[in-house]
């Protein structure tokens, strides 16, 4: 099986009952207990690589009972387990694990007599790395009998990749020695006298190809914020602020802003380069997709995201055609691995790129930068990337010259879908059955209508006339096929896209959301759609549903055919702002806000799309990643879309909404980014204004 191959049945990933601790790309997930069995969907992982398989910690041989975990910022938590004492209601030892993640492990110790009397005790960690690729340990097809070689150290041991591949070691080092080491097995024999307590550390680094990775934090070093924590810190600081009459709409508001702080990843060889991974645990890497589309929501909070992905996806875009990465000149990116697996299906390379909508969507947030910053300099190196994208736009993604833009995966073990729907039975005809590709979907027409008109802003700013006009003209040309093409008379809405027969994929879905919100829908359009999108069979009451609950096919459970995901809905949100239905985009917002306080504050990647009126509460997906990050920034999607905020720098103009159905009393948005400066956006129900010193910019409300 590919592992970009997603298929639709719950997995066991992000069930209840595991911990989860996420620095960069470097995570560890385990059991409430702290302890990684080989065989769960549990390790520590570096550079998408299982680097530990199983740490247990045991007691006289027996494993510790749970008691709780508490956080301790962004990447440390405190386990408290006790020992297991089968006729004793009170703890008489307990052992409180203190973890810490950081380009690896730190996990000290802390085991404590709660008696009057001494206790000798045997305390024992066992530790091992099968190095399995993230993909197999994700879909459970990991090879649980395979052990690490052990090699003692002088402060602990070595465990070395058996198989040889990549010359991968893990280094575990142990503070103070043990008294006994057999094969993967440390133990200390404690005497502890009553009320004392005793501290035993281990860390846990890598080697790849001789590249040694030591870890953030060591046994040993004083307890100081690592640079993780200090860049994190600082930017919580940076970014812009809200405040709302409505708890929902603020309490998510500042979740958002915790979770895309913690998912955001550096390039080593660019330090001050910062990207947004697609989501924690399983996906800390870079995305074309979801990194540009979580970029361009959070621009109301923080321009950095949006530089730092233009710049990423621009240095890896496609220079050439590679039949296995699926690479194509100017292609950009679906998202790049690092383990073995990966790497031999790739040819030896980190990056794939089967994904047909990163590219128009790349040139869409250059231009939407340039809006916001008046960088043109920036911009205008960026520009020969984004004629790149443009150009495959043209030359590689209208397949068939029929003047939309399709997919059909070129190597066996690429995605069979590569639009943002990219399970294998994630386009359905309105009779239920699985589309095949070649596919052009609805969206993908949507970006590059909306890439088209980007550029020709672009061109307008660089006093390129001529090229305005060009891309301008191929924009209404699109448009045009476009809605007699895929427009359904009889269902309200748009075909899901059409298929290699140039016929509509013929089932109501919420990809026409994003039609709106790349704005390629006529304004005689958009009153049935808003009408469509929040109808029963779409809205559960909760969001939008991915397909319709009239489709023969829909299930509330599955991954791209019924379920429900809050980014999807935040983009129809967006899209019914733009086209002045404002009543019907409050009421997709106001319900997924609503599942926001019912999940504690955070929307989740998706969730079941059972109607409100059945069940009283969203039920979660048991796959779905938490944080993830578009399901994060779609608050502040929702935040700008309320306000209308319409920034053109270049043009000295920002754009602001009147007051609608759907305003909040009152929303602040205090410290946002225009350029240099720093202003503040309120909302309520007589309208948008701006607050601050504007220069010479000029605010329009229309």
Same mark, same amino acid.
């Given at each position: 099986m590919?592992?970009?191959?997603y298929?639709s049945?719950s997995?066991?990933?992000?069930t209840a009952?595991?911990?989860?601790l996420?620095?960069?790309?470097?995570?560890i997930?385990s059991s409430?207990?702290?302890d990684i069995s080989?065989?769960?969907p549990q390790?520590?992982?570096?550079r998408?690589?299982r680097v530990?398989?199983?740490?247990?910690?045991?007691v006289?041989?027996n494993?510790?009972?749970p008691v709780s975990?508490?956080?301790?910022?962004?990447?440390?938590?405190?386990i408290?387990?006790r020992?297991?004492?089968p006729?004793?209601?009170?703890p008489?030892?307990?052992?409180l694990?203190?973890?810490h993640?950081?380009?690896?492990?730190?996990?000290?110790l802390?085991i404590?007599n709660?008696?009057i009397?001494p206790?000798?005790?045997?305390l024992?960690?066992?530790?091992d790395a099968? =190095?399995?690729?993230?993909f197999?340990?994700? /879909? &459970?097809?990991?090879? !649980?009998? +395979?052990r690490?070689?052990?090699? %003692?150290?002088?402060d602990? =041991?070595?465990i070395?990749d058996?198989?040889? /591949? &990549?010359?991968?070691? !893990?280094h +575990?080092h142990?503070?103070?020695? %043990?008294?006994?080491?057999?094969?993967w097995r440390a133990?200390?024999?404690?005497a502890?006298a009553?009320?004392?307590r005793?501290?035993?550390?281990?860390?846990?680094g890598?080697?790849i190809n001789?590249?040694?990775?030591?870890?953030?934090?060591r046994c040993?070093?004083a307890?100081?914020d690592?640079?993780?924590?200090?860049?994190l810190?600082?930017?919580q600081s940076?970014v812009a602020r809200f405040a709302s009459?409505?708890p929902r709409l603020?309490?998510?508001?500042?979740?958002a802003?915790?979770?895309?702080g913690?998912?955001?990843?550096?390039?080593p060889?660019h330090?001050?380069?910062v990207v947004?991974?697609?989501g924690?645990?399983?996906?800390?890497a870079?995305?074309g997709?979801?990194?540009?589309?979580?970029a361009w929501?959070?621009m109301v909070?923080?321009h950095?995201?949006?530089?730092?992905?233009?710049e990423a996806l621009?240095?890896t875009q496609?220079?050439?055609?590679?039949?296995a990465?699926?690479e194509q000149?100017g292609?950009?990116?679906?998202e790049?691995?690092y383990?073995?697996?990966?790497?031999?299906l790739?040819?030896?390379?980190?990056?794939?790129?089967g994904t047909?909508?990163?590219?128009p969507l790349?040139v869409?947030l250059a231009?939407?930068?340039?809006?916001w910053?008046d960088?043109?300099?920036?911009v205008a190196?960026?520009?020969?990337a984004?004629?790149?994208a443009?150009?495959w736009m043209?030359a590689?993604g209208?397949r068939?010259?029929d003047g939309?833009?399709?997919?059909e995966?070129?190597?066996?073990?690429?995605?069979a879908?590569?639009?943002?729907?990219?399970s294998?039975d994630?386009?359905r005809?309105?009779d239920?059955?699985?589309a095949?590709?070649?596919i052009?979907l609805?969206e993908?027409?949507?970006y590059a209508f909306g890439a088209?008109k980007?550029?020709?802003y672009?061109?307008?700013?660089?006093?390129d006339?001529?090229g305005a006009a060009?891309h301008?003209?191929?924009?209404?040309?699109?448009?045009?096929?476009f809605?007699?093409?895929?427009?359904?008379?009889d269902?309200g809405?748009?075909?899901?896209?059409?298929?290699g027969?140039?016929?509509?994929i013929d089932s109501?879905?919420s990809?026409?959301?994003?039609?709106?919100w790349a704005g390629?829908?006529?304004?005689?359009?958009?009153?049935?759609l808003?009408?469509?999108?929040?109808?029963?069979?779409l809205?559960?009451g909760?969001g939008?549903?991915?397909l319709s609950?009239?489709?023969?096919a829909f299930?509330?459970?599955?991954?791209?055919?019924?379920?429900?995901?809050?980014?999807?809905?935040a983009?129809?949100v967006?899209?019914?702002?733009?086209?002045?239905?404002?009543?019907?985009?409050?009421?997709?917002s106001?319900g997924?806000?609503?599942?926001?306080?019912?999940?504690?504050g955070r929307?989740?990647e998706?969730?079941?799309?059972?109607?409100r009126l059945?069940l009283?509460?969203p039920?979660?997906y048991?796959?779905s990643?938490?944080p993830q990050?578009?399901?994060?920034?779609?608050?502040?999607?929702i935040?700008?879309?309320?306000?209308?905020?319409?920034?053109d720098?270049?043009?000295r103009?920002?754009?602001?909404?009147p007051?609608h159905?759907g305003?909040?009393?009152?929303?602040r948005?205090i410290?946002?980014p225009l350029?240099?400066r720093?202003?503040e956006v309120v909302?309520?129900?007589?309208?948008s204004?701006?607050?601050?010193?504007l220069g010479?910019l000029?605010v329009?409300?229309?």
């Amino acid at each position: 099986m590919s592992p970009w191959t997603y298929a639709s049945e719950s997995s066991r990933i992000g069930t209840a009952g595991t911990l989860a601790l996420v620095e960069g790309s470097t995570f560890i997930v385990s059991s409430p207990g702290g302890d990684i069995s080989p065989d769960q969907p549990q390790g520590l992982f570096m550079r998408d690589t299982r680097v530990l398989s199983t740490l247990t910690v045991t007691v006289d041989g027996n494993p510790l009972d749970p008691v709780s975990a508490v956080p301790r910022g962004p990447f440390s938590m405190t386990i408290v387990n006790r020992a297991h004492h089968p006729h004793q209601a009170d703890p008489l030892v307990t052992v409180l694990r203190h973890r810490h993640v950081g380009r690896g492990l730190l996990e000290e110790l802390d085991i404590a007599n709660h008696t009057i009397e001494p206790v000798s005790l045997e305390l024992a960690i066992t530790l091992d790395a099968d =190095f399995a690729s993230l993909f197999d340990v994700k /879909a &459970g097809s990991q090879d !649980t009998d +395979v052990r690490g070689l052990i090699w %003692p150290t002088e402060d602990g =041991f070595d465990i070395h990749d058996p198989s040889g /591949a &990549g010359m991968r070691t !893990t280094h +575990v080092h142990l503070h103070p020695p %043990p008294d006994r080491h057999e094969g993967w097995r440390a133990s200390w024999n404690l005497a502890l006298a009553p009320r004392e307590r005793r501290s035993i550390c281990v860390d846990v680094g890598i080697s790849i190809n001789g590249d040694r990775i030591k870890p953030a934090r060591r046994c040993g070093d004083a307890p100081t914020d690592s640079l993780p924590v200090q860049r994190l810190s600082n930017w919580q600081s940076s970014v812009a602020r809200f405040a709302s009459s409505d708890p929902r709409l603020e309490r998510a508001a500042a979740q958002a802003l915790t979770d895309l702080g913690v998912l955001r990843i550096f390039d080593p060889d660019h330090a001050e380069r910062v990207v947004v991974a697609a989501g924690a645990p399983w996906f800390m890497a870079l995305f074309g997709r979801d990194s540009i589309l979580t970029a361009w929501m959070a621009m109301v909070a923080d321009h950095d995201l949006a530089r730092g992905v233009l710049e990423a996806l621009a240095d890896t875009q496609g220079v050439r055609s590679v039949h296995a990465t699926e690479e194509q000149p100017g292609r950009i990116l679906h998202e790049v691995r690092y383990d073995i697996r990966s790497a031999n299906l790739l040819s030896g390379s980190s990056v794939y790129y089967g994904t047909v909508d990163a590219t128009p969507l790349f040139v869409m947030l250059a231009a939407e930068y340039l809006r916001w910053t008046d960088d043109r300099d920036f911009v205008a190196r960026l520009l020969p990337a984004v004629d790149g994208a443009i150009e495959w736009m043209e030359a590689f993604g209208d397949r068939n010259a029929d003047g939309f833009i399709e997919y059909e995966r070129t190597h066996e073990h690429g995605l069979a879908n590569q639009g943002w729907k990219d399970s294998w039975d994630g386009v359905r005809y309105g009779d239920g059955r699985v589309a095949t590709a070649p596919i052009a979907l609805a969206e993908v027409q949507a970006y590059a209508f909306g890439a088209y008109k980007a550029r020709s802003y672009m061109a307008r700013v660089f006093d390129d006339r001529a090229g305005a006009a060009a891309h301008d003209s191929r924009a209404a040309e699109l448009q045009h096929r476009f809605d007699q093409r895929f427009w359904l008379d009889d269902k309200g809405t748009y075909a899901i896209g059409l298929d290699g027969d140039g016929r509509p994929i013929d089932s109501s879905t919420s990809n026409a959301g994003h039609c709106l919100w790349a704005g390629i829908v006529p304004a005689h359009r958009s009153g049935i759609l808003a009408g469509t999108l929040t109808s029963a069979a779409l809205f559960s009451g909760w969001g939008l549903r991915t397909l319709s609950a009239d489709n023969p096919a829909f299930n509330p459970l599955s991954y791209h055919c019924g379920s429900v995901w809050p980014h999807d809905t935040a983009i129809a949100v967006a899209g019914l702002h733009r086209y002045g239905h404002h009543a019907a985009a409050h009421t997709l917002s106001s319900g997924l806000l609503d599942t926001a306080m019912a999940l504690g504050g955070r929307l989740p990647e998706l969730f079941g799309g059972f109607d409100r009126l059945e069940l009283p509460s969203p039920v979660p997906y048991p796959a779905s990643c938490a944080p993830q990050a578009w399901a994060a920034a779609s608050p502040l999607l929702i935040i700008r879309a309320i306000s209308g905020l319409d920034p053109d720098l270049p043009n000295r103009r920002i754009g602001l909404r009147p007051g609608h159905e759907g305003s909040p009393e009152i929303l602040r948005a205090i410290g946002v980014p225009l350029g240099t400066r720093r202003v503040e956006v309120v909302s309520d129900r007589d309208g948008s204004r701006l607050l601050g010193d504007l220069g010479d910019l000029r605010v329009e409300v229309n």
